[in-house]
């Protein structure tokens, strides 16, 4: 796979990377630390010696100190190695540790804050457009997303449904993660409908046949392994009644297209919609992990059913941002952002849309998402309208 600048800044201290799997974790650490010592605990032969004998990790210190970084690759198959790792840090604070991960599940069992304050907790994220300059393509990304493993594969659609399968074999049905594996594609499948939108885990209980409960435990499941997240309600200082149910997003557009199902009743528009505003989304959440600063994302929707799709809200700034899946704006499209600017006139009101224009309708910035996307980077604000 060619190797393609990221965003990401790692810290100087030990860290954990986290990302799903085909993000590039184990590409970039090769590529910035080529001198380190590995372990791929994906190796049966290491998996086997470090999960059987943790100590085996301060043996390998003691004759690798001259190198001093030690990555260990998706540290999660071999969680008691963190006794060790949070013992070596204390004895020899001159070694920096890299763990990679796919998955937090085990970690949670095991605890990850016995290294707290002894490891930050870092993210690798799938590709920012502006990391692939003039290599991204809005049409691409809404097709196939922006996994490192697909974007570059010969037929990226073959690589994502065998990625889906990957992730159904190893990470879910052989950890034992669930009882019933049938019943867990199903509910890929029906919680693919709710994908930008509000997550009613009754509603897809109901269309997988499957307890409410046994949906919270699935919806976990995909947290834990990283494909999925939820954005909840936006609610400080409320002046209407707001929803209370989360929105629900896969964490790559192209994984959630082809898990979605296709049929005569399924419009593409809608799903192009939908994976256009996980795209954004997505991009935002990198945007948030690489400038690491305290900057949080929700919705909002009232009971009555007013709602702006993303708001953006931290020490960077307070945007209310609508995506459209259109060629055009007109003024009733942006009547949500107007009416959440009434109830919070602090916020910068953005809408995103599929048109080539920069336009200002009643005071909010419409920019084409292709130029927003491209722009997007750590470095950088989101834009302001400063004259409303």
Not at 34 to 55: G, K, T
Not at 93 to 98: G, H
Not at 345 to 371: D, F, H, S, W
């Amino acid at each position: 796979m060619e190797f393609i600048q990221r965003y990401f800044t790692p810290p100087k201290q030990s860290f954990f990377l986290f990302g799903p799997r085909g993000t590039g974790k184990s590409l970039w650490v090769k590529h910035v630390y080529p001198s380190a010592h590995r372990i791929d605990l994906l190796d049966p032969e290491a998996f086997r010696i470090y999960a059987s004998r943790p100590e085996r990790l301060g043996e390998i210190a003691g004759v690798h100190l001259g190198k001093r970084i030690i990555i260990i690759d998706e540290v999660q198959k071999a969680p008691g190695l963190l006794s060790m790792v949070h013992k070596l840090i204390e004895e020899e604070r001159s070694i920096q540790f890299i763990l990679t991960g796919s998955s937090a599940r085990k970690l949670k069992r095991t605890g990850v804050d016995l290294l707290a304050g002894r490891a930050m907790l870092k993210t690798l994220h799938p590709f920012m457009a502006a990391e692939l300059g003039i290599k991204f393509r809005l049409k691409k990304a809404l097709e196939d997303g922006l996994l490192p493993l697909v974007w570059g594969a010969e037929n990226p659609q073959q690589v994502l449904h065998a990625y889906l399968g990957l992730y159904l074999k190893e990470e879910v049905q052989t950890e034992g993660l669930v009882r019933r594996i049938g019943d867990f594609g199903r509910f890929l499948e029906a919680i693919s409908f709710s994908h930008a939108a509000v997550l009613n885990t009754s509603n897809v209980a109901r269309e997988c046949q499957v307890g409410a409960r046994t949906v919270q435990g699935y919806v976990e499941i995909l947290q834990d392994l990283l494909l999925g997240f939820t954005l909840p309600v936006f609610t400080k200082r409320a002046k209407r009644e707001t929803a209370s149910h989360p929105k629900f997003y896969f964490f790559d557009a192209g994984v959630f297209r082809a898990i979605r199902p296709k049929g005569p009743l399924d419009q593409p528009t809608e799903m192009e919609g939908a994976a256009l505003e996980g795209l954004v989304v997505q991009h935002l959440r990198a945007w948030i992990a690489y400038r690491a600063k305290k900057n949080d994302l929700y919705y909002w929707r009232t009971r009555s059913g007013v709602e702006v799709d993303v708001v953006l809200y931290g020490e960077d700034g307070f945007w209310a941002i609508e995506v459209k899946n259109s060629s055009k704006v007109y003024p009733h499209d942006i009547r949500s952002l107007v009416a959440f600017r009434q109830d919070y006139p602090q916020c910068n009101t953005l809408m995103l849309y599929r048109g080539a224009e920069r336009l200002k309708i009643n005071g909010v910035l419409c920019l084409p998402a292709e130029e927003f996307l491209k722009q997007l980077s750590p470095g950088s604000l989101l834009p302001t309208l400063t004259n409303r």
